[in-house]
């Protein structure tokens, strides 16, 4: 699916710091989008002024230290918030 797909190679090229080396990492239950809708509006120059705003949010867990993240996604950034 897009949307893991996306959310893997966003979290891979942002490892936690809090983890070590060796530690592992998964995907905890599906990823959710909200579902508004942003319909594209350009200006003279072909930029999108109104970009797609969802928010992808996802669980994270290192299964070495057994933390648990979320990851909230939107416009192509990606917060991670340690949950447990
Ligand atoms: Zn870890």
């Given at each position: 699916?897009?949307?893991?797909?996306?959310?893997?190679?966003?979290?891979?090229?942002?490892p936690n710091p809090d983890?070590?080396?060796?530690?592992?990492?998964?995907?905890?239950?599906?990823?959710?989008?909200?579902?508004?809708?942003?319909?594209?509006?350009?200006?003279?120059?072909?930029?999108?002024?109104?970009?797609?705003?969802?928010?992808?949010?996802?669980?994270?867990?290192?299964?070495?230290?057994?933390?648990?993240?979320?990851?909230?996604?939107?416009?192509?950034?990606?917060?991670?918030?340690?949950?447990?």
């Amino acid at each position: 699916m897009f949307t893991n797909m996306t959310m893997k190679n966003v979290f891979f090229n942002n490892p936690n710091p809090d983890c070590k080396e060796d530690c592992r990492f998964r995907e905890c239950g599906p990823a959710m989008t909200t579902a508004a809708y942003y319909p594209p509006t350009y200006d003279k120059y072909g930029n999108n002024l109104n970009p797609d705003g969802n928010i992808t949010t996802q669980q994270i867990a290192c299964t070495v230290c057994g933390k648990v993240w979320q990851s909230a996604t939107q416009y192509g950034k990606t917060t991670y918030t340690r949950i447990l």
